[in-house]
């Protein structure tokens, strides 16, 4: 019996010893019970083991986020058909270095002359009403820069090509019967037009004044007050 509590006692010994050394690698100091360090080892480990995933996870992430930004890069250099040359696994440096490039060659496009025709010509106030759908709102882009959104029955801003434009295009064709010249019967031709638009000038508008509905209530108060 003596025997067996001995071969116990040093069972006990060797664990807390192996225990005691597992804790020191581990960065766990002092002395602690049995029990205690065994928890306190425990522990350690999950915490080791969250980090270690957290900075796989961390580093799976953020090289996908290089690869995705690797792609970008290409597809941009080849819409431009300017090569850049990015290693397959690309640091945060060769990225930069190939933005670099890039912005440095590429061009921006030119305005379109009906672009630089907006912007030279004067900018005035306009209550903008349609006649063909009068609760009906209109949205083009004339030049491509500038998106012009017209809401019936309010007060934009708007430029001198914008009117010129829109009294040249929003027209409705007006058809009738005219005579044949060989004098049998008549051919339905178009005679005319209307508009489809009209656009009451209220006032100049300052040259900086954004394109657009009116929204200041200073401005309208003064542009729609009874004459």
Do not use: W
């Not at 807390?16 to 480990?45: N, R, S, T």
């Not at 440096?93 to 907006?118: N, Q, V, Y």
């Not at 820069?145 to 007006?174: C, G, M, T, W």
Request: include cysteine.
């Amino acid at each position: 019996m003596e025997n067996e509590v001995k071969k116990t006692e040093n069972t006990g010994l060797n664990e807390y010893q192996k225990l005691k050394e597992e804790a020191v690698k581990l960065g766990i100091e002092g002395h602690h019970p049995m029990a205690e360090l065994k928890e306190l080892v425990d522990k350690k480990k999950i915490e080791i083991r969250l980090k270690y995933e957290y900075e796989v996870s961390g580093k799976l992430k953020h090289e996908y986020k290089l690869k995705i930004a690797r792609a970008e890069i290409i597809a941009e250099s080849e819409s431009l058909c300017i090569p850049i040359d990015l290693p397959e696994k690309p640091t945060e440096l060769d990225l930069a270095k190939a933005r670099k490039t890039l912005g440095i060659k590429k061009k921006e496009p030119k305005p379109s002359p009906e672009t630089l025709a907006i912007e030279a010509s004067k900018r005035g106030y306009y209550l903008f009403r349609n006649l063909e759908q009068e609760d009906v709102d209109i949205s083009c882009i004339p030049g491509g820069k500038y998106q012009i959104d017209l809401v019936p029955n309010k007060v934009h801003v708007l430029s001198e090509y914008h009117i010129k434009f829109f009294r040249q295009r929003a027209v409705v064709p007006v058809m009738g019967r005219v005579p044949r010249a060989d004098g049998k019967g008549e051919n339905t031709v178009r005679t005319g037009s209307k508009p489809r638009f009209t656009f009451e000038h209220l006032g100049e508008a300052p040259q900086e004044s954004p394109f657009g509905v009116v929204l200041d209530e200073k401005i309208l108060n003064k542009l729609l007050q009874p004459s």
